[in-house]
């Protein structure tokens, strides 16, 4: 996006840097309070921002101030999206997408999510996803073209179950074939 002559706010998808650890710490601080996301809010959340399947990881900023995030993560065997997934490409799993609450509404969750998916496909790899499935969020990936995969359960710990939606990415022209 880029500033319009009515003065609309200007958003920038970059590669995330260690040093936007602190600011992306304090917009996830925001989104939890604001929104519950995520559901349990991590102890370390700079750590939980940086998983061992990281491949990658871009901010959003809005007049220069970081507002948003998302990763972009290898699949393992708890990733219920890509244990559903059944194209011939390999899976990526899109994680950590969130938006600080008074950037929603400017285009930022889907700015983050075209610069992770389109990453993801120039790996060779097919995106994918899953949603607590109560989480308003559904919406926003079912109005961007996203194919509902099925219904999980996920272990959260040794008493907790959650219920997921899982989704991947529409198939573009280019890629039929996966």
Known sequence: MTTDPAGSPRVRVRPRLPADLDG????LALVHAHSGYPVDRPERPAAWLTPAALLAAWVAELDGRIVGHVGLCGAGKEDMA???WDGRAAPA?????????????????????????GA??????????????????V????????????????????????TVRCYAAPRTTARAAE
């Open 120 to 137: 993801a496909r120039a790996r060779d790899l097919h995106p994918v996803l899953d949603v607590v499935a109560a989480d308003p969020a």
């Open 82 to 84: 890509a244990s559903l």
């Open 24 to 27: 992306c710490v304090a917009v």
């Open 93 to 117: 799993v899109i994680s950590r997408l969130y938006v600080s609450p008074e950037a929603r509404g400017h285009g930022v969750g889907a700015a983050l999510l075209t610069r992770a998916v």
């Open 139 to 162: 919406s926003f990936y079912e109005r961007l073209g996203w194919r509902h995969l099925g219904t999980a359960d996920q272990r959260w710990g040794p008493t907790r179950t959650v």
